[in-house]
């Protein structure tokens, strides 16, 4: 598989939405293999299509977080048409993007999903997640609905971050 390059803020790409994926292609798998060898090169826990140009509904995560004891680390997740079908409570908690680097803010998520998807066998799965876990789902599966973390700030808050993203990217 190959390490692909990530797209980065203010591409436009990143605010369109991903199209669900209609069967699970040689192509499909062959590029959920390279979106996790990108992600952990980057090194990052999650990455959605559209953040290496594809606008189809797939993501992959791995997230290892040994505070999280309430649900199990699932390790290397490779999902198709992730969909969030339930959600409780709020938390607010740090994040940040590789299509945004260099770039942390506070945002409020809910704290447990459950989202249904298809993994690479094309079997339903359900993963009910708190924590780490829970807020890496609905970063990724905001990505395929052309959203991102900022998108969760005040307007205020967003003007500021994007005028830092344009000092960060200015030419020297």
């Not at 199209?19 to 952990?40: C, G, Q």
């Not at 699932?74 to 048409?81: A, D, R, S, T």
């Not at 969030?84 to 770039?103: A, F, K, Q």
């Amino acid at each position: 598989m190959a390490i692909l390059p990530i797209i980065t803020f203010p591409n436009p790409i990143l605010k369109k939405q991903a199209t669900e994926v209609e069967a699970i292609t040689p192509e499909v798998l062959a590029l959920l293999s390279s979106m996790a060898e990108t992600m952990y090169a980057a090194p990052g826990i999650g990455l959605a299509a559209n953040q290496i140009g594809h606008l189809i509904r797939v993501i992959v995560i791995d997230v290892d977080d040994p505070e999280d004891t309430e649900v199990e680390n699932y390790g290397l997740l490779k999902l198709i048409n992730p969909e969030i079908v339930s959600y409780s409570g709020r938390i607010d908690s740090e994040e940040g993007c590789l299509s945004i680097p260099e770039v942390r803010e506070t945002i409020q998520r809910h704290d447990i999903v459950t989202v249904q998807a298809m993994n690479e066998l094309g079997d339903e799965i359900e993963i009910t997640a708190n924590g780490m876990i829970s807020r890496c789902l609905q970063h990724e599966i905001d990505h395929l609905n052309g959203v991102l973390f900022i998108d969760h700030l005040t307007t205020l808050r967003r003007e500021f971050v994007r005028k830092q993203i344009q000092k960060l990217t200015k030419p020297l």
